[in-house]
Every structure is written in structure tokens, then in C-alpha cells.
Nanobody
Framework: QAQVAESGGGSVQAGGSLRLSCVAS?????????IGWFRQAPGKERERVAS????????TLADSVKGRFTISRDNAKNTVYLEMNNLRPEDTAMYYC????????????????WGQGTQVTVSS
């Protein structure tokens, strides 16, 4: 069974930083070509934030987080990180990671496994 788990969320003030981790089981990491980060704020639809290829070096960030967020991976640890700097109140959301297969690119990955989410709250 595919498994991923997020951690690293918390409450920070605007301008602060957090690093989220998405750890996948070894089988999940190897059998899925992409890991994506998504977020969902109350009353809003889930949106894609970032994606990374586990079988290459391609990464993509949403325009709303470019210049502030960085996605990276550590294949030895089956982990993808989302480094979030200069956080804004509008970044407040539940953040999820998903492992899935590439559809043209990892940005449009087809999720096969979702984590439970980690809450990020940014106060002004």
C-alpha cells in the first residue's frame, strides 16, 4: 500500500519560515515518479504548490510561491522537502503531499497516495 506522511507544519508570524517534509515508504518512492505538494485553505479548493521528480531533477513551483518556497528531495531518505520562507497569511492552509505518476510532467501528476496533511498557520 502506497504511503506518504507529512510533517513540519506549525504556526509562525508573517515573514517567518517553515520546512515541511514528505516521507514516503521505500516502495512508494521508487514506484512513483513524482511527489507533489498541495494546500487547501478553509472554503477554498485544493491547489498545487510544488512538484518534484523522484527519478530526475525537475521541479516546479506555483507562481504564488516562486521566490519564497523551494522544493528539494533526498532520495536516500525517500523524502521531499518544501522550504517555505517569507510566509504570508495567505499561505495559511493544510498542506498535503502526494506520490503519483507523471502526466506529461510532475506538475500534473496523477496522485496515487496522499498523506494526512500538516497545518501551516501564518499570522499577520
Amino acid at each position: 500500500q502506497a504511503q506518504v506522511a507529512e510533517s513540519g507544519g506549525g504556526s509562525v508570524q508573517a515573514g517567518g519560515s517553515l520546512r515541511l517534509s514528505c516521507v514516503a515508504s521505500a516502495n512508494t518512492y521508487k514506484s512513483n515518479s513524482c511527489i507533489g505538494w498541495f494546500r487547501q485553505a478553509p472554503g477554498k479548493e485544493r491547489e498545487r504548490v510544488a512538484s518534484a521528480a523522484t527519478d530526475g531533477y525537475a521541479t516546479t513551483l506555483a507562481d504564488s510561491v516562486k521566490g519564497r518556497f523551494t522544493i528539494s528531495r533526498d532520495n536516500a531518505k525517500n523524502t521531499v522537502y518544501l522550504e517555505m520562507n517569507n510566509l504570508r497569511p495567505e499561505d495559511t492552509a493544510m498542506y498535503y503531499c502526494a506520490a503519483g505518476r507523471r502526466i506529461l510532467s510532475c506538475w500534473s501528476l496523477e496522485p496515487k497516495a496522499w498523506g494526512q496533511g500538516t497545518q501551516v498557520t501564518v499570522s499577520s
